[in-house]
């Protein structure tokens, strides 16, 4: 990489920089923003001073070896495979079946269209682009769904389809790139293609699901180190994606070439890490990883939309002789989509299999599909000297595929993502739901209620004058009326019941966490509690009424498959009775700290639930707080002497962690040395 690229590549990105707060000053979708500050760039490059940000490209091998895996990595990490288990028809279906028809429609509609205006282009060519652009890139339209409220199952369903519609998608672009390179001849490529997509599937999940195990242990192995960790998951991304890609090129197994899908096998990896991997981060380290990645991923879709313009501008072709085709591929792959939509979703409503999907979410489905950097990846690998039988035209099928992929992309940037967010208002789909209407009355009466006080203080303490305090406070009371006359909701006895219990089930899950951050608990407990209270949350979410004794939750297929290997390690053979009184510890803790905080709750000056509307739950907490507290004894009783090493051992490890949370604090407030904290740190150390 030469200077003037490197200068390209860091003004670039504080162009993009630049360009995020705009988009937020005019109320603009970021990626379309970039787009057209990219389009801006055009000219500006062909002048000799800013000649050099032509000299960083997007190349293939940028896109898809360093670029793509990040971007995969960064979704799918944060996707949770339970929601994926319980939407996975929908999904599945959405990523398979409605790709294939997707595929097959734009490919068959621009082949009998553009022959209207004389442009007969071979089927294969049109069958790529069809299979390239059916590929939906979730970033876009997830940032547009949680700016403006959409639901979290529509949220899911679109980030699923998006996942692992790219994969099948650039399966069969391969597929079919694979056709192009030998021949089409009759009913054996059409077997061999069919065995292809599915070794590439198959293969890519089993790939997938032994990278992010593997890797979940090695991270397990270095825990105490979050810097190793962080790079680990980096290792993981990339080292899945290549691996795959060269198990595809050279692994035959008698006489059969061997392919796996990179982008299906590194979605996998990336989901296992994150439902199984991250328990075993460093819990200090937690947060600053989803910061990691989120900002990795911001990155590289700034530079990916920012270059498009420069892209496109590099085409050795007359854009003017390509407004009908693109024009005509816009209203192609629009339609293509929305017929792909709704026949699918309308035979998953019928066969009642998953919670229906309404109308207004089909037409979000069918609109907010935004293309993206996956395309233009594609598009890349197509050779450039590449020329099938019947091609007659001075450009190449690579610079014709380039010119309908970007022309389709500044179509849904500048057109559907634009539209998206009038679309969610008038459909209704940022409508809070009862419940949430509920919590959103008591948040502001609670946050209303506190701030008055504190500005009380402030008052009394002469650090607010009597004028100030008053407009201040008269501002605050105008604010707070508009916000509980925003939802008039009806004194429904379950609703308060259900936005109580939610809280009460916060609190556990901060406590919780607090004490894996204290290494209370380990990773296979946290894991477990936690399924129940998500379960817990969902019930409350769809109005179901909570069990008097919650029991273990089943779980999805990948805590199932941890738990089986987990139930056959020597360690829990042997010491299993001493993780299930670590389960009950922790169970007594964090049901005490919701008895505490929510009688506190009730207690409060702000009066917003009095101690009758908090007894349910807390009587509830005191249940499942005495049951844990007799399977303790009953464990205790078994294995007392060894159940008591256990309690020294944590017992010490709070003295430990009290000492360095001291240490550290002195060295804060510099009331010592750098020189001094390391020395004592290594003297607690020892």
Aim: with cysteine.
């Amino acid at each position: 990489m030469t200077v003037t690229s490197l200068l390209a590549l860091f003004s670039l990105l504080a162009v993009s920089c630049l360009t995020y707060f705009a988009a937020a000053r005019f109320k603009v979708p970021y990626t379309v923003l970039l787009v057209a500050v990219g389009l801006l760039l055009v000219p500006l490059a062909h002048t000799p001073v800013f000649a050099f940000l032509k000299d960083f490209q997007l190349t293939p091998e940028l896109l898809f070896y360093v670029f793509l895996p990040i971007l995969i990595f960064e979704s799918a990490y944060n996707i949770k495979v339970r929601k994926i288990q319980e939407n996975i028809l929908s999904i599945s279906m959405l990523a398979v079946v409605s790709l294939l028809i997707s595929v097959a429609l734009v490919a068959v509609g621009l082949y009998y269209l553009l022959g209207l205006f004389g442009l007969v282009i071979p089927p294969l060519v049109l069958l790529l682009f069809g299979a390239l652009i059916s590929a939906t890139d979730p970033v876009a339209v997830l940032a547009l769904f949680k700016e403006y409220g959409a639901p979290r199952r529509l949220s899911l369903i679109f980030e699923g389809e998006s996942l692992f519609n790219d994969g099948t998608a650039v399966a069969l672009f391969l597929v079919l790139l694979e056709v192009a390179y030998k021949g089409y001849h009759g009913v054996s490529t059409m077997g061999e293609g069919v065995f292809l997509f599915v070794s590439m599937v198959v293969g890519g999940i089993l790939f997938g699901l032994a990278m992010g195990l593997g890797f979940s242990k090695l991270i397990e192995a270095t825990r105490s180190n979050e810097n190793v960790s962080i790079i680990l998951m980096l290792v993981l991304a990339h080292l899945t994606f290549i691996l795959a890609e060269v198990i595809s090129h050279h692994a035959v197994i008698a006489g059969v070439e061997i392919k796996v899908s990179a982008i299906i096998a590194t979605t996998i990896a990336s989901i296992v890490m994150g439902n199984y991997g991250r328990y075993k981060v460093d819990p200090h380290a937690e947060e600053f990883v989803e910061k990691f990645w989120a900002q990795f991923a911001f990155m590289i879709n700034a530079l990916v939309f920012i270059l498009m313009g420069l892209l496109f501008a590099a085409l050795p072709i007359n854009v003017m002789d390509f407004v009908i085709p693109i024009a005509l591929a816009i209203l192609v792959v629009a339609g293509g989509r929305a017929l792909s939509i709704y026949p699918v979703v309308g035979v998953l409503n019928w066969l009642k299999k998953e919670e229906h999907i309404p109308m207004s979410w089909q037409n979000l489905l069918a609109w907010g599909s935004l293309r993206g950097a996956l395309a233009v990846t594609m598009v890349l690998m197509i050779p450039a000297d590449w020329r099938p039988d019947g091609w007659s035209y001075d450009y190449s099928p690579r610079d014709f595929i380039m010119a309908l992929t970007i022309g389709c992309i500044y179509a849904t940037l500048f057109i559907k993502a634009i539209t998206i967010g009038p679309m969610i208002r008038k459909m209704g789909l940022n409508q809070l739901t009862d419940v949430e209407k509920v919590e959103y009355r008591d948040a502001a009466c609670y946050i209303h209620a506190h701030a008055m006080q504190r500005m009380e203080k402030l008052r009394e303490k002469g650090y607010v004058d009597a004028a100030s305090f008053k407009a201040v406070v008269t501002d605050m009371d105008k604010t707070f009326e508009a916000a509980r006359r925003r939802f008039k909701v009806a004194n429904k006895p379950l609703l308060a019941h259900a936005a109580l219990n939610i809280h009460a089930l916060g609190i556990e899950r901060y406590y919780l966490h607090d004490l894996f951050v204290h290494g209370e608990v380990n990773d296979w407990i946290v894991r477990r509690i936690q399924a129940v209270i998500n379960d817990q949350i969902d019930k409350l979410e769809h109005g179901e009424e909570l069990a008097e004794h919650p029991g273990s939750v089943k779980g999805d297929w990948l805590d199932l498959l941890v738990d089986w290997l987990h139930a056959h390690s020597p360690s829990h053979r042997e010491k299993g009775f001493i993780e299930t009184f670590l389960y009950y510890r922790a169970k007594i803790i964090i049901t005490r700290k919701v008895i505490k905080e929510m009688t506190e709750f009730s207690q409060d000056n702000v009066k917003l639930f009095t101690p009758e509307d908090v007894k349910p739950v807390v009587d509830r907490y005191r249940a499942y707080n005495k049951a844990a507290e007799a399977k303790v004894a009953k464990l205790l009783a078994e294995h007392g002497a060894e159940l008591e090493k256990v309690n020294a051992k944590l017992a010490a490890k709070a003295a430990d962690k009290h000492q360095h949370e001291l240490l550290n604090e002195l060295l804060h407030r510099e009331l010592i040395t750098p020189k001094v904290h390391i020395s004592l740190r290594h003297k607690l150390e020892a």
